[in-house]
Nanobody, 125 residues
């Protein structure tokens, strides 16, 4: 079991940038593909971005492509989500996920091996 702790969420204005971080408590971080998901009030959880074990491959939801960037630092057991040009519709609780399956597959399922508790991002108009 991997414990994931997200941080960085806060209230920002439309057009601002924000970076989320997720630290994983595991000695085998590089065996996990990592992803970010989000859940807006009254909506289902949805995929945002995923990154492969080495960090060489990344995948994004169409709604964030070109604005968000996922990255990881395997030496620090940390995955990041850089969010630029934020919009009010980006308001949500953002969750970090770690999974032993492929990063490419994270965009098609929600049954991840490990979830964080989430961090709230609020974008005001």
């Amino acid at each position: 079991q991997v414990q994931l702790v997200e941080s960085g969420g806060r209230l920002v204005q439309a057009g601002d940038s924000l970076r989320l971080s997720c630290v994983a408590s595991t000695f085998t971080f590089t065996t996990y593909a990592m992803g970010w998901f989000r859940q807006a009030p009254g909506k289902e959880r949805e995929f945002v971005a995923a990154i492969s074990r080495s960090g060489s491959s990344t995948y994004y939801a169409d709604s964030v492509k070109g604005r968000f960037t996922i990255s990881r630092d395997n030496a620090k057991n940390t995955v990041y989500l850089q969010m630029n040009a934020l919009k009010p519709e980006d308001t949500a609780v953002y969750y970090c996920a770690a999974d032993l399956a492929t990063a490419q597959g994270m965009g098609t399922r929600l049954d991840m091996d490990n979830w964080g508790k989430g961090t709230l991002v609020t974008v005001s108009s």
